[in-house]
């Protein structure tokens, strides 16, 4: 039952963060990062496709969404998360330094970096990362049977382990760590994947409208 319900959740996440080892990997060979600007494309394209492959899987997906209150709830959450992200940035507050995408070529933005950024920011990475923080490890600490949890149920515990680790796989942790709570506590609610992915993805979303009409490249 682990292995079954797990998988579909589990190896997609663990895909993206490779991604952060073979990027590594590549710049310690030489290679620039202008042009590991491109893996992500690669990373987000190998995501989209194992959840593509496990769509079937993944029935708290299935197409009932949150009503309109907790649509309305989801967005407005998602839109304090991004305020919060781009505030809680003191040096005490992150985890080294972050150097960030930046979409330029000699000074000019290519737009289609920026467009493939913001949608698999918005679009896939939401669903991924709930897929495994929200439906599978919040629920797994406290039953092997994660499915069969309501997430009403969830305890403290399952609450502050996986949001601190949450947390602590952002550059920015406290961010990371305040967004992992608000998210958990929406799905605890709501009792609907769709509202933290919903608000994942509101913030996703303006978080890069942001960067791109500042240049704040380092918060990607």
């Known amino acids: 039952m682990f292995e079954r319900a797990a998988l579909p959740r589990v190896v997609p996440f663990l895909a993206y963060l490779s991604f952060i080892f073979i990027a590594d990997m590549l710049a310690r060979l030489g290679v620039a990062a202008h042009d590991l600007r491109w893996l992500y494309v690669v990373k987000i394209a190998v995501v989209l496709g194992m959840l593509l492959y496990w769509r ?3 029935t708290e997906l299935s197409w009932s969404p949150p009503g309109a209150r ?4 989801a967005v407005a959450i998602g839109f304090v998360v991004f305020v919060l992200w781009i505030n809680l940035d003191a040096g005490w507050m992150s985890i080294g330094s972050s150097e960030g995408f930046d ?3 000699d000074g000019a933005i290519q737009w289609g970096l920026v467009v493939l950024r913001i949608a698999g ?3 896939i990475v939401p669903v991924m990362e709930e897929l495994f923080w929200r439906s599978f490890l919040l ?6 049977d994660f499915l069969k ?3 009403r149920l969830i305890s403290a515990k399952a609450f502050i382990v996986s949001v601190v680790l949450f947390g602590f796989e952002h550059n920015l942790w406290l961010a990371g760590i305040v967004a992992g709570a608000a998210y958990s506590l929406l799905y605890m609610r709501s009792q609907s994947l769709w509202a933290p992915v919903l608000a994942h993805a509101v913030t ?3 978080l890069g ?3 791109i009409s500042g240049g704040h490249w380092t918060y990607w």
């Open 204 to 206: 996703n979303g303006v």
């Open 56 to 58: 079937r899987s993944y």
């Open 209 to 211: 409208v942001w960067i």
């Open 139 to 144: 629920r797994w600490i406290d039953a092997p």
């Open 70 to 73: 907790a649509t309305a709830s």
């Open 121 to 123: 920011a918005a679009l």
């Open 103 to 105: 979409p330029r070529t």
């Open 149 to 151: 949890l309501n997430p």
